[in-house]
C-alpha cells in the first residue's frame, strides 16, 4: 500500500513541465463544456484514442448538444455512434440526456447517472470544472504504480497516490500528463525510460515492463463481432424480418445474441421484424 513518506520529490513539477511541452492536442482538451467533455470520456472507455478522433467530431456534429441528443430517437443515436463499438455507450449516454436537463457538478451525483460510473464521474468533473479529485485509468495507475511503488498500482493504490501528489489548482491539467505520459513513455511492454521527466524519482526506472499475458478470444470469433454484425447490418438496411437478418449475419450465436441486444434496448422485435429503436 501507499504510505505518503514515498511520495516523490519534485514529480509533480517535472511532470507538469514535461506535459506543456509534449502534451498531445486532442479536441476534448479544447473544451469545458461538460457535454463536450462527458461524450469524449464515454467514447473513450475501452477504445483508443485514435478511433475516437474522428467519431467524436462526428457525433458531435450530429448532436451537438445535450438537448439535441435528448430530442433525437435512440436509433438515430446508435447509427450515429456507428462502428465505435459497445453500443451500450452510446444508449447510456442517450439515457443522460433524457434524465437531466444539465450535468451536475458534484461527481457523486454524475456517478448516479445511467452508465457514467465512479471513474467517468471524476473525470469529468476535473476535466469540466477543474474539480481536485482523485481518479485512475490504466495509464494512470501504470506511471503512478512505477514511479512510488515500483510496479502498476492498483486502482485503490493508484487513487490514494493520485489523491497526495494532485496539483489542486491544476488538476485537469495534472491528470492530462499522466495520461499521456503512460500513453507516450511510461507505455506497458517497453517504458521509454530515457525519454520519461519522471526517470529520476522513478522506483521501477524500466523494470515494470509487463509480462506477456493470456491473449482474449480474438474478435473473429467473439460474440462482440456477432453483435456487432447484427447491430451494423440494422444500421446499414434499416428494418428486416428477423430471418433475413440472421441470414446475413450467418452464425450460430445471432438469435441468443439477437435476443441479448433486445434485452439491452439496443434493438426491437415487432411482428417478426427487427428493427432499431
Known sequence: MYNAAARPQGARA?????????????????TREPYRVLVSEVMLQQTPVARVLPAYERFLGRFPTLAALRR????????????????????????????????????????????IGRYTASAVACFTWGAPVAFADTNIRRVLGRVVLGRTATEREAIAIDADLMARRRADTWHHALMDLGATICVSRAPRCDRCPLFDPCVAKGRDAAPAVRRQAAF????????????RTLRERGPLAVDQLLARVADARAPRLLEALRSEGLLVVRRGRAALP
Open 14 to 30: 517535472r511532470l507538469l513541465r514535461w506535459y506543456a511541452r509534449h502534451g498531445r492536442d486532442l479536441p476534448w482538451r479544447r
Open 72 to 115: 433525437a430517437r435512440l436509433g438515430d443515436v446508435l447509427v450515429a455512434w456507428g462502428g465505435l463499438g459497445y453500443p451500450r455507450r452510446a444508449r447510456d449516454l442517450h439515457r443522460v440526456a433524457r434524465s437531466v436537463r444539465s450535468l451536475p457538478r458534484d461527481p457523486a451525483a454524475l456517478d448516479l447517472l445511467p452508465g
Open 220 to 231: 473473429a470469433t467473439s460474440d462482440r463481432r456477432v453483435r456487432g454484425a447484427i447491430m
